[in-house]
DNA sequence: GTGAAAGCGCTAACAG
DNA sequence: CTGTTAGCGCTTTCAC
């Protein structure tokens, strides 16, 4: 028996033009809804393809049509929470257009980021949606040099490539200092992570200090973790700086999982949340309304950043001038784990 | 100005050979290390492809070899957490490999299951990963005969047309069910999701209900909601409940997100959660580690199951026996929002 | 409205 | 170790 006739051998174009006894060309045009033919043959063609259950090979369209209806997307990981809500928005335009998401992760590694994008483009993707400004010299090239849409998402603190879509970290950083000082806060803490490739998470931070200094509010005492953010990381550092710095009283927290954890945590401490304790977050996971308090927090609209990515890159998207950023602005939530402001 | 001579024009294995001054078989052979060149003819390759910014077309190499190195990934959501883990554990795996996964959402519907199905096989891809066990007609009959590994994850309860990785989940509701009655309840609530095509819940819910039957233990009570599953959804369902059957002593929730919402409301009311009142979840989000109480779960090995399909897909998994079944046991974790077992 | 010929950019197979 | 030849399965282009 030859390997012809096993199931696995995949039907051609010539198949169906043979089994309907039109022309492959003619097949073609109705499987792609081109041209002009007349019902009839139409009719003799779709018949075939569905009886054979023919499956076309988009491999050899797009090398002939030199067209391809993939868009590469890459993003540090896909165990944050943040990144599957970016991919969700793009997925969601996406579905209304012929384009695919092609999704890649780095795990926050340059070198690894650079390969994934290398094997990306080697498929010719229609477009590239990728986390972040920050890229090796390579990636930039590769990106700047690609010819097809590039959006960066999730940031617009530096010089974008092509287009950019997302919020100001450092100025959603400077925001929440400023609302802390505001509220009369004098001694915060920080707790963020060990990871060196989160620029943003770099980014909150320098904003806020940055608001602090501006006001002169020390930055009491600093604390990273590495690993996975969960309420439990977000106990373990609390408790750890409360003993480490007992006068602190604000708290802020790159991350809204470990957020929770340390409200948790402060709550059943019996401490004085909202009054001489306050707590912020960041990113407004949706999951968690419904704790006991509201933690304060700053939307990010990763949603909507993966939704107009992935317009730009269909080509639904029109640009406010010349300009190829799109600025959102991120919302801050005060919750209730904040004292009032003192002026308003 | 002629459109050849723009960067958005992309090289060719000819452009290298060119540059080089040597034959694009050997060009090719040296940018895919196959077969043996000599060191120097390599070096005037590598440098000329650096130099020019090659980036290799996959879609003609693809052609020509007729090997695909994507693995099409099929899930419902991207918003519930399960399913991005699911990747996450594929990923892992394929890291270490030539393949690429390229994922498709599929919004809980059958038939756009079996748009993505089809699209994503017409790339003509070394494997598919697709949740559930659950599909169209037509999309089992592509499945079938796409003639390359498929694996359905996520569920063991029902015939896999080729491989499957995961839990049974009626085993696991039938487990938690056994709980319930090991531990004295006596009138169960049942809180869980509207959404028709989750297939996974639905079995769990029976599995539990034939443990409760067999126990003589009714369901007293059960609700459905639709839309996002977090903590607030959980507090209100639980809120509802109670009024409306307020002789429940035992809450079952599909999700743990939900559960969480629940235990913290039936904490804040001050009610004997783990005592009178006991609650469990499903699933074992680590995130929730750290909550004022650990719910009572069942960690569904959601990573491990896209890990193991992963290695499947690549080759590199052994199963045991004929059967390409691989039934992964779901562990039950008591927590404490329960009381003790009467007998053990 | 339909068909025939050429070729997309690469690799398999073979020859040297 | 290196080169030549012949496609992969489609779509483009042009002819009818």
């Known amino acids: 028996m030859t390997r012809r006739n096993t199931r696995h051998q995949h039907l051609t ?118 986390a972040g400004l920050e890229h090796t010299e390579a990636s930039r090239a590769m990106l700047a040099n690609c010819g097809v849409p590039v959006v960066e998402v999730m940031d617009v603190d530096g010089d974008p490539i092509d287009a950019a879509v997302g919020i100001s970290h450092r100025r959603a950083g400077y925001q929440v200092g400023t609302e802390i000082a505001a509220r009369g806060y004098k001694r915060v803490g920080l707790l963020g992570t060990k990871v060196d490739g989160d620029h943003r998470a770099r980014k909150r931070i320098e904003g806020l200090e940055q608001a602090l200094s501006e006001n002169n509010i020390p930055v009491a005492d600093h604390m990273a973790y590495s690993g996975w953010s969960g309420f439990a990381k977000g106990r373990e550092m609390t408790k750890a700086m409360l003993e480490r710095t007992p006068d602190v009283d604000f708290l802020f927290y790159t991350n809204d999982l470990t957020g929770a954890g340390g409200l948790l945590y402060a709550l059943e401490q019996g401490l004085d949340v909202g009054g001489g304790l306050g707590l912020a977050g960041f990113n407004a996971f949706e999951l968690l309304d419904g704790l006991p308090r509201n933690l304060a927090t700053v939307d990010s609209r990763r949603r909507e950043a993966g939704q107009i990515a992935a317009r730009i890159v269909a080509g639904d998207y029109t640009f406010d001038g010349d300009d190829r950023r799109v600025e959102l602005t991120p919302t801050f939530i005060a919750g209730n784990t904040l004292r009032n402001r003192l002026t308003d």
């Open 13 to 130: 174009l010539r198949d169906v033009s043979e089994a309907s006894g039109v022309s492959e060309m003619t097949v073609s045009r109705v499987l792609r809804n081109r041209g002009d033919v007349s019902d009839k043959t139409r009719a003799k063609v779709v018949e075939a393809a569905k009886r054979l259950g023919y499956v076309p090979n988009k491999i050899a369209g797009a090398l002939a049509s030199n067209r391809v209806n993939l868009v590469a997307v890459i993003v540090p990981s896909l165990s944050n929470l943040v990144f599957p809500e970016v991919i969700a928005g793009i997925d969601e335009v996406l579905a209304d257009t012929p384009l695919q998401p092609v999704i890649g992760a780095t795990n926050y590694d340059p070198e690894k980021e650079e390969k994934t994008l290398f094997e990306m483009l080697s498929w010719r993707p229609s477009g590239v949606i990728i």
